[in-house]
């Protein structure tokens, strides 16, 4: 089970958003850099990059900083990055960086020939974001709902060549109520390509439960408010991870 630190960044610095919402964010960092280096210390075998500016203006907006992680790290760690990522230009630029993956959302949704050109031009480096609320996918920063069953949506992403899904319960991300492991077994076991789970993670019980699943199709969990908060202690948790798998 990979255990994913996430660094979302907005305006440079690193926050937390409640439920997807930029008006509710907490500051936890102001050097990102710094903080990709601390959970590289503590064990981090891969990052979750969040450009939350970009997500929200359609467009990179925080790539300097990224370029610095990149720079930095990404020669020793696979890094993945979404948010604001809508043409192949940018793509490729952010792959010859030294990004491993790159995350597609809203714009797999609404754009799926984007999608489809992508997983062709680039392929083994596209994961999709499916972000869902009570089963249907959501885009646009998650303030849109749309009637598209998540499941069925995977399935045909699947069969476009996406490396792999990253599914988000929307009702519970940066909320620590905890993974929803129901709908994630349901959309992983419905799939071939690897689910990783995020949205909720709160504590050990959840590390426990996901560890359960993995033989599923659960590859790892994106870890976000609840290792900046100390609710879960990100190095304990992937040595307990990597002893079960051991």
């Not at 909320?175 to 129901?182: Q, S, W």
Request: with cysteine.
């Amino acid at each position: 089970m990979l255990l994913i630190p996430a660094i979302d960044l907005k305006d440079g610095h690193c926050v937390r958003l409640k439920q997807g919402d930029m008006d509710q964010s907490t500051t936890f960092g102001e050097d990102p850099v710094a903080m990709a280096r601390s959970w590289i210390e503590k064990g981090a075998r891969r990052l979750h990059l969040v450009d939350l500016n970009g997500a929200f203006a359609g467009k990179p907006a925080n790539e300097p900083v990224i370029r610095k992680i990149l720079k930095e790290f990404g020669s020793e760690i696979d890094i993945q990055l979404g948010g604001g990522i809508r043409d192949l230009d940018t793509i490729e630029r952010y792959l010859d960086a030294g990004l491993r993956y790159v995350i597609i959302g809203t714009a797999a949704v609404k754009n799926p020939g984007f999608l489809q050109d992508s997983c062709t031009a680039f392929g083994g480096h596209i994961i999709v974001g499916l972000d869902a609320k009570d089963g249907k996918v959501a885009t646009d920063g998650w303030s849109k709902v749309t009637k598209h069953d998540v499941v069925d949506l995977a399935k045909k992403f699947e069969g476009y060549g996406a490396e792999s899904i990253i599914y988000t319960d929307i009702g519970r991300d940066g909320m620590l109520t905890g993974i929803n492991i129901e709908a994630t077994v349901r959309l992983a076991q419905a799939l071939t390509i690897p689910v990783i789970a995020s949205g909720g993670l709160s504590n050990m019980d959840d590390i426990e439960k996901l560890c359960e699943v993995e033989e599923e199709g659960v590859e790892g969990v994106i870890c976000g408010r609840s290792i900046y908060t100390g609710d879960l202690d990100f190095e304990k948790a992937q040595l307990f991870a990597d002893d079960l798998n051991g």
